[in-house]
């Protein structure tokens, strides 16, 4: 691992160039965090997100080789040209396979271990779509160029939400919720508190997915059909599984306590209580992955970009927690 020799590698994507996320990098890199910084993605529209925020970032070529110390203000690069010079504000599909060949340059070097793990900003999924490649999302590419089947989880420094299902029509959720998936779901939930953050005996809340768990199956039989037997399974294999608990009261204060992490079954069910708590403070993680991967949470905030105004937190956050788990990961000898 990298880090064993110098300070955790963390490849930067700075997402869609007509977005906020060419000035988040621009903004962490000049932060004192302890990492090697490498960004993947354009010099000149890094130096111009950099001097739209104020900022002097000193750029160089990065030549692979461990970092024992970096100033705040240091950035390395390796050059992935755009196809077109960004508008701040304004999509380009030129540009959306610049985006994609970011993304699998930045993947294919945490798969062959140059980085130690990637910390991506947001992209604009309409454009990529628009320019004709199918594109959901970060999670699902990154689960496609691994190979791996893969979780959504985002956290906080006082929460942690899984998703049994991500970017998908609330009319198709009920047929998605399965045995399997909320099977092999929770495993890779399970195994990454394990070996990710060190928890010896992860407890998770899993959510029922209708109003109050569909009380006795009068609102639904998904949690007696479906989510209770596939919940018994695996306790008889010795997890920790609370629920099906339902989702208006799971994240009272009363029962906080009780659970190391939550598995909604779907996107909105439990994120926007995370949000609404932490917002600044949320990283999304892919767990499952062979590599270390965190994200913002939030969007490319077209409106904002280009002021210089962006706030970095979720941005210093993500990469804070991908160092720190590429920290955990080298001490544990895995």
Same mark, same amino acid.
């Given at each position: 691992m990298t880090a064993a020799a110098g300070l955790p590698r963390l490849a930067l994507t700075a997402g869609e160039p007509a977005g906020i996320g060419p000035e988040l990098v621009a903004r962490l890199a000049a932060t004192p965090l302890a990492a090697d910084l490498v @960004? %993947? =993605?354009d010099r000149e529209l890094i130096e111009r $997100? $950099? =001097?739209r925020c104020g900022l002097d970032i000193a750029i160089s070529d990065d030549d692979g080789k461990p970092l024992a110390r970096r100033e705040a203000g240091r950035l390395r690069l390796r050059h992935i040209p755009l196809r077109a010079t960004e508008t701040p504000g304004t999509l380009d599909m030129r540009n959306a396979f610049h985006v994609l060949n970011v993304l699998a340059t930045a993947t294919d070097g945490c798969l062959d271990g140059t980085f130690d793990a990637m910390v991506t900003a947001p992209v604009q999924?309409? @454009?990529i779509n628009d320019a004709g490649e199918p594109f959901t999302g970060h999670t699902e590419f990154l689960a496609t160029r691994a190979g791996r089947d893969v979780v959504m989880m985002l956290a906080s420094d006082t929460l942690r939400v899984a998703l049994a299902t991500t970017h998908l029509p609330l009319s198709r959720v009920s047929a998605a919720i399965t045995p399997e998936r909320i099977t092999q779901t929770l495993r890779i939930v399970h195994d990454d508190l394990v070996r990710r953050f060190g928890l010896a005996q992860p407890r998770i809340a899993v959510l029922g997915l209708n109003p109050h768990a569909g009380e006795g199956g009068h609102l639904g039989r998904e949690e007696i059909d479906v989510i209770v037997p596939a919940l018994d399974a695996l306790r008889d294999q010795g997890m920790? #599984? #609370? =629920?099906?608990?339902? !989702?208006?009261? !799971?994240? %009272?204060?009363a029962q906080r306590d009780s659970y190391d992490a939550v598995l909604a079954m779907y996107h909105d069910q439990a994120?926007? @209580?995370?949000?609404?708590? $932490?917002f600044e403070r949320t990283v999304n993680i892919t767990l499952g992955l062979p590599f270390i991967r965190t994200s913002v949470d939030h969007g490319t905030a077209l409106d904002l970009a280009g002021s210089g105004r962006a706030d970095a937190s979720s941005m210093l956050a993500a990469a804070s927690l991908a160092a720190d788990l590429a920290r955990h990961r080298h001490a544990a000898g895995k």
């Open positions: @960004v %993947i =993605g $997100a $950099a =001097g999924k309409s @454009v920790h #599984l #609370l =629920g099906p608990l339902p !989702a208006d009261t !799971a994240f %009272i204060p994120l926007p @209580v995370l949000k609404s708590e $932490a």
